[in-house]
């Protein structure tokens, strides 16, 4: 299906981000989810004023939609962001299954203004051990029978 | 410096995963988060009984260490999660600034129980073009009006 962008939507976005930060509550990044043509929820950063480093504009206003329609999935609706979304984010919009992205900065504008997203797509292309942050793996047998339990569990949500 | 990860902390966060199942609340993991030896703050997955497809237990870790601390870097922290990061809790670990990751079970795993991030990897690891979800990029200029603010603005939280 071809996509088909309202950029009105998108001016919403960026408007927000502006707010957002004239408001003085977070960076210069905001976001709307759309359905059926309609906005039904917004987000903007707020990292710095809710002390929480996941708040990103995206993730904001996946959570706000999600809280709007009562649901952990957003299939039909699509995503504006003033800027191209960071790793963390692209990955909520796919567990969110929304069903496009559009965006208004991309990651290079983002970098010319001191938000440098890039080396953290760097790191997802390594391998684990190569990464900057360390991980070790240990107790896997004991962990795995969580998810033992878990596939003989009579009831339960999938997702 | 080598990692000197206690094998009790990822007891509590396998123990967490279990006891999150077995009382229906979300999926079978999750993280705690751990400063000077001791677990700060805890989190399980709670997609489903939330509605929210970001609270993956690593993420709400982070957000309820970041609430106990009272700032969005847990800057000395570390963390001990069940079951490998997804990319999403993957790039929320950096943004969080934690300076050690601990995982038990991987991503094989995880894959095994029905839990299949690895094609959200391979994902990250295409050109932005070439992924399953569509996106495109529209009004950039008026986009990146809200970076040139962000730049002259005389107070603000660099982050």
Redesign the interface.
């Known amino acids: 299906m071809p ?1 088909s ?1 309202n ?1 009105e939507h ?2 919403r976005a ?1 408007a927000l ?2 707010e957002n ?2 408001a ?1 509550k977070g ?2 990044f905001a976001a709307v989810i759309v359905r059926d043509g309609e906005i039904i929820a917004e987000g903007a950063n707020s ?2 004023t809710t ?4 708040a990103h504009g995206e ?1 904001n206003a ?2 706000n939609a ?2 709007t ?6 299939a039909g609706c699509e995503i504006y962001t ?3 979304p ?3 984010c ?17 990651q290079q ?2 970098a ?3 938000f440098d997203d890039a080396f ?2 760097e ?3 390594k391998s ?1 051990d190569a990464r ?9 047998n ?6 033992a ?3 003989t ?1 009579p ?5």
Chains 1, 2 share one sequence.
């Open positions: 996509l962008p950029p998108m001016r960026i981000a502006t930060i004239l003085g960076g210069p990292v710095t002390n929480d480093p996941t993730v996946i959570r999600c809280r329609l009562g649901t952990f999935s957003l003033s800027c191209e960071c790793p963390m692209l990955a909520a919009i796919y567990w969110a299954r929304l069903e496009a992205c559009y965006f208004g900065s991309n504008d983002a010319s203004a001191g953290l797509y790191e997802f292309r684990r900057m942050i360390p991980s070790a793996q240990l107790l896997q004991e962990a795995n029978q969580t998810f339990a878990w596939q569990l009831a339960k949500v999938d997702y």
